[in-house]
């Protein structure tokens, strides 16, 4: 239903109707604070001390077996790949921040969100028009009731200025801007996600890379210790010294090794290729840096944040409470649609035959009203939105809860494999250790010739078997602490906020022509 007052000026008006506006205004003022529908609470984290029972235990077998150690409490900096301590590492990751895809589509989303959050702050503020008509009309004498007129013929001009004002008495218009206002926090966190993936996804690829080159080279050592103790068995088999199935079975193992040193080669070809994607590069223009396992550095002191603070930190946890603002906004909006709608309407402008007659005296025209809609029956339809609105927030808690659950489970998760780790990494040192120490001890005894060349061969393939499974424990804990540093959130509150960059297209050749048909679009929107 739809009640109208307005005033012209052809027509007097009451003193009581004069008033209606006014008294309309002031009580918009009034409760100009009442907005219907939850005001929003973000929900308080889990209150623990640790993050599992044997956390004190662990720091110790850390710090005993590879001087590495938590310090619960501690801060994370805000670029936490630095502490590897590699400047290849630090370059690639600052190409990979300028030029990745993904990041740069993130910034963008974010630039949409704030955009659209701030034209909906125009809805608070009243609308202004202007607008200019020229019209050519001809009018018979029957519209007027006088067949026999003939009619007359003339040009109307009209120059108006129109201002409307929707009054959000009850909240509807800033519940909708609240809206918008958590849509771009999600946005915002999003991209804080985006630029935690991506630069956990570069330290661990680099490690994968640093990883598989040294089992490239040690598997290379194997061959050709292998090669050599096969050749030994071939001359023995000629001597007579051996059987021919001692020689093929020196063989059988040769070529064993020689089939996993493909398949690592793939590996180390398909990690180049993915730091390359990952700076925002083709595959083809492959990263200049080469990483070994030692340019990396172990952090020593990893900070380790407190649990409490946990869903603070973590973006995808920061964004899901996002959205679970939104969804307690769009309960206010679906609330606030059953209440009144008042909106006021004024019009000011001149109307001539003639243009030169134009804002002359008599030509003005104005009028004001108000407007009040009020819905009376629509079926069932505010009563299932709301309970939709309702619902949408409950499923909107079940997610976040979640996300919160799955966060704590990643950060113990890495936790657990960090322990593991040092552990494994501990056996690996012993037993390299160890075989090193044979394989001494075999040397000396070969030059005093108590023992063949055989055997020394055989413990210096132990050692660089041995070598293998020490690399990759290596490389695991190496990855499982950058693994940390994402499941604790990055530290992205202690660096500057990420804010979409000016889209500025320099008219360079490009290394990828594909590209040029997205670059011309901005260049022409830029003009």
């Given amino acids: 239903m739809v009640f109208q007052a307005a005033r012209t000026t ?10 209606v506006i006014p008294a309309v205004i002031i009580f918009s003022i009034l409760f100009s604070g009442c907005m219907v529908g939850p005001n929003f609470k973000r929900p308080i984290g889990p209150n623990l001390k640790s993050y599992k029972d044997t956390e004190q235990k662990q720091d110790e077998s850390l710090s005993a077996s590879t001087q590495q150690k938590l310090i619960l409490g501690k801060d994370i900096p805000g670029q936490w790949w630095v502490l590897f301590r590699s400047p290849q590492l630090s370059r690639l990751i600052e190409q990979a921040i300028k030029h990745n895809p ?4 993130a910034q963008a989303s974010l630039t949409e969100a704030q955009e659209n959050a701030l034209a909906q702050r125009g809805s608070l503020f009243p609308s202004v028009d202007a607008s200019f008509s020229d019209t050519r009309q001809k009018v018979s004498g029957a519209m007027f009731g ?40 999600y946005q915002r966190f999003q991209l804080e996600g985006v630029f935690l993936t991506l630069a956990a996804n570069v330290v661990t690829t680099a490690i994968e890379e640093a990883a598989v080159r040294e089992q490239i080279a040690l598997t290379e050592n194997i061959i050709r210790i292998r090669e050599k103790q096969l050749a030994i068995a071939q001359r023995q088999f000629a001597l007579g010294a051996v059987s021919k199935v001692a020689v093929l079975a020196q063989q059988t193992e040769l070529e064993q090794i020689r089939t996993t040193l493909p398949t690592l080669q793939q590996q180390l070809a398909l990690a180049r290729h993915r730091l390359s994607v990952l700076a925002g590069d083709l595959p083809t223009y492959e990263p200049t840096s080469q990483f070994l396992l030692a340019d990396l550095t172990l952090p020593n002191d990893v900070p380790l944040s407190l649990p409490s603070k946990l869903v603070e930190q973590r973006p995808d946890i920061r964004a899901q409470e996002s959205v679970l603002h939104k969804a307690s906004a769009q309960i206010g909006v679906v609330t606030a649609s059953i209440f009144p709608d008042f909106t006021i309407n004024a019009n000011l402008g001149t109307i001539a035959t003639h243009i030169g007659d134009l804002f002359m005296p008599g030509s003005f025209i104005w009028s004001t009203g108000l407007n009040l809609m009020q819905p009376i029956f629509k079926g069932g339809e505010f009563v299932h939105k709301k309970r939709a609105a309702v619902a949408s927030y409950q499923t909107a808690a079940g997610i976040y809860k979640n996300t919160v659950l799955q966060a704590f489970q990643n950060v113990v998760d890495v936790l657990s494999a960090l322990e593991f780790d040092a552990a494994q990494l501990e056996a690996q040192k012993n037993a390299a250790q160890v075989a090193l120490e044979t394989v001494e001890l075999t040397r000396e005894q070969f030059q005093l010739g108590a023992v063949s060349y055989l055997p020394l061969l055989d413990a210096e393939r132990n050692y660089q078997q041995i070598r293998l499974g020490q690399i990759k424990a290596q490389a695991a804990q190496l990855a499982d602490t950058a693994a940390l540093f994402q499941a604790l959130g990055g530290g992205w509150w202690n660096r500057p906020e990420i804010s979409a960059p000016k889209q500025t297209v320099k008219k360079t050749k490009s290394a990828m022509p594909w590209l040029e048909p997205i670059k011309e679009t901005l260049q022409e929107i830029q003009k």
């Fill in 146 to 185: 006088n067949p026999s007129f003939s009619g007359s013929l003339f040009t109307l001009y009209n120059a108006s200025v129109t201002v409307s004002y929707t009054l959000d008495i009850f909240g509807g218009v800033r519940r909708q801007l609240e809206g918008l206002k958590a849509q771009t926090e």
């Fill in 10 to 19: 052809p027509k007097p008006v009451s003193a009581n109707r004069t008033f």
């Fill in 102 to 105: 993904n990041l740069q589509a």
